[in-house]
């Protein structure tokens, strides 16, 4: 093919690691292999691709807990999973490493260490897609071999977003009990209703920072009564 070519270096997945003399080659040899993605994990690797290309290989992080660390290495960025429900954070921290605040960098990295773990609890793109249902993108069900994400793992995962499950968002809660006697009504993001809240949980998310939902203005409510 003649487009661009990034390899792709994820021994968790394939069970074979690229060995960093081959990517260094690769990069070298072959015109349209422009980089690699490197979810090794290990910084090690990742040192000693860099060291050997002299320049020849861009490199990005291919996990997100270590997007600082590949770039204080020489990295060129992050091919990020964090990034389909933080992409301007996502961007501000490689920004911030960019521009020499290396302290701000590190503390965006260290921050979001408990989300990135939580969107890793199972094997993606399971966590990133209850993610991003949650934030009301609706991307749809998984496909087999895939399965939902188990329970215990969604509520972590909604905790460390601070985008609460539908039915514990207190404007959510408000316009609910104004409909059935003061209870709360059943949210199920698989049903008409429950996709309509998780609508509106997104607009409201959508009004404020993401992390903090219970700021969101009144009018919100207004709009979807």
């Known amino acids: 093919v003649n487009i661009p070519i990034i390899l792709y270096n994820i021994p968790g997945r394939t069970g074979v690691k690229i060995a960093p003399e ?33 320049g020849s290989v861009d490199l990005y992080s291919g996990n997100d807990d270590q997007i600082i660390p590949v770039l204080s290495l020489g990295g060129k960025g992050v091919i990020s999973v964090l990034s389909n429900i933080l992409p301007q954070e996502t961007h501000d921290m490689t920004a911030a490493f960019f521009a020499g605040d ?18 890793f609890s199972e094997v993606n793109p399971i966590p990133v897609k209850k993610a991003m249902n ?12 895939l399965t939902e994400m188990e329970e ?35 949210l199920d993001e698989n049903t008409i209703t429950g996709r309509a ?5 997104a607009a409201v998310v959508r009004q404020v920072d993401r992390r903090n939902v219970e700021q ?9 009564k």
Not at 163 to 186: N, R, W
Not at 216 to 224: D, L, S, Y
């Open 197 to 201: 809240f998780l609508s509106l949980a």
């Open 102 to 119: 290396t302290k701000k960098a590190m503390d965006m990295q260290l921050g979001y260490l408990d989300l990135i773990h939580a969107l």
């Open 216 to 224: 969101a203005p009144t009018q919100i409510v207004e709009m979807h």
């Open 22 to 54: 081959t990517v260094v080659e690769l990069c070298k040899t072959v015109d349209n292999i422009v980089g690699v993605k490197d979810a090794t994990g290990d910084l090690s690797e990742v040192a000693d691709v860099l060291s050997m290309a002299g």
């Open 134 to 145: 949650l934030m009301g993108m609706e991307v749809g069900p998984l496909r087999m071999p």
């Open 152 to 186: 215990e793992h969604a509520k972590k995962l909604a905790e460390e977003m601070n985008v609460p499950l539908l039915g514990q968002i207190p404007i959510v809660q408000s316009i609910c009990e104004s409909g059935d006697k003061g209870t709360p009504a059943a």
